[in-house]
Nanobody, 119 residues
């Protein structure tokens, strides 16, 4: 089992920055995809950014050029640096990890952290 612990959410003014952190612990695989999704009130959960163990990244069009995902060398922790934040970035941000072991995959979610962008 894998546990994901998130931190770094909060209230920020438009144009400001926040950095989210997600630490994975437990029986983690060295082959994985890890990153962030978000869900705003009344909307479906959507992809924000993902990073694979092979170093590939994937960003939602709405955050390209503003958000950057990165990880430590061990792949235990990922960070989401969010710059030039907009009110439409307001949402609960969820850490997600998919571990690939042999022929199967396991998916894990964090508890979510609130990001509010408002003046």
């Amino acid at each position: 089992q894998v546990q994901l612990e998130e931190s770094g959410g909060g209230l920020v003014q438009p144009g400001g920055s926040l950095r989210l952190s997600c630490a994975a612990s437990g029986s983690i695989s060295d082959v994985y995809v890890m990153g962030w999704y978000r869900q705003a009130p009344g909307k479906q959960r959507e992809l924000v950014a993902l990073l694979s163990s092979g170093g590939n990244t994937n960003y939602a069009d709405s955050v390209k050029g503003r958000f950057t995902i990165s990880s430590d060398n061990a792949g235990n922790t990922v960070w989401l640096q969010m710059n030039s934040l907009k009110p439409e970035d307001t949402a609960v941000y969820y850490c997600n990890r998919r571990d690939f072991v042999s022929a199967y995959a396991q998916e894990f979610w964090g508890q979510g952290t609130q990001v509010t962008v408002s003046s």
